[in-house]
């Protein structure tokens, strides 16, 4: 099934028609997104931050423990409320390169997220108060992954 094809189904169900109907549903399911990605990205900012050096009486392992499960919880607002988001007008959405560099983004900022913990997260507990320089790049490189990723999420009212 063809892309179109399946973006002209998703819109015609009556999930979507209720999207775009009820006067407060989409308001009120693109609030709960908001709120899930504001609980995804703080607890990575957070993480990120701590790598970066700050709050370094933390320890890295303790902090993520504690801040995982923050980011892992919040996809169960963030998923469900993006595909609710989608299906109201998934055509427009998919001929959007907004929204299309919004996805890009959240993959490679996934892929980053895989990389960190495949590669020098592994040896947290070794580091001192300092983060070794490649546990470094993938945090810079995560904030700012993050953030451009609630950029493009902005601009989609705009584009």
């Known amino acids: 099934m063809p892309l179109q094809d399946a973006a002209a189904l998703a819109a015609s169900l009556p999930l979507a028609q209720a999207m775009r109907e009820h006067p407060w549903l989409y308001p009120a399911v693109e ?23 700050f709050g370094r009486q933390l320890p890295v392992r ?9 980011s892992a919880g919040s996809m ?10 989608f299906m109201a007008d998934p055509a427009a959405l998919l001929a959007n390169r907004v929204f299309l560099l919004k996805l890009a983004l959240i993959v490679l900022a996934g892929v980053n997220a ?35 990723v609630i950029a493009s999420g902005r601009l989609l009212a705009y584009f």
Do not use: E, K, N, Q
Request: aromatic share 10%.
């Open 114 to 148: 895989l990389a960190f913990h495949a590669g020098p997260y592994r040896g947290a507990d070794a580091w001192d108060a300092r983060a070794p320089g490649r546990a470094v790049l993938h945090a810079l490189l995560s904030l700012g992954l993050w953030i451009a």
């Open 62 to 70: 303790a902090l993520a423990r504690h801040l995982l499960p923050w």
């Open 76 to 85: 169960l607002l963030v998923l469900p409320t993006g595909l609710l988001l």
């Open 31 to 53: 609030t709960l997104h908001i709120v899930g990605f504001a609980l995804l990205v703080g607890a990575v900012a957070m993480f990120d931050l701590r790598v970066l050096g």
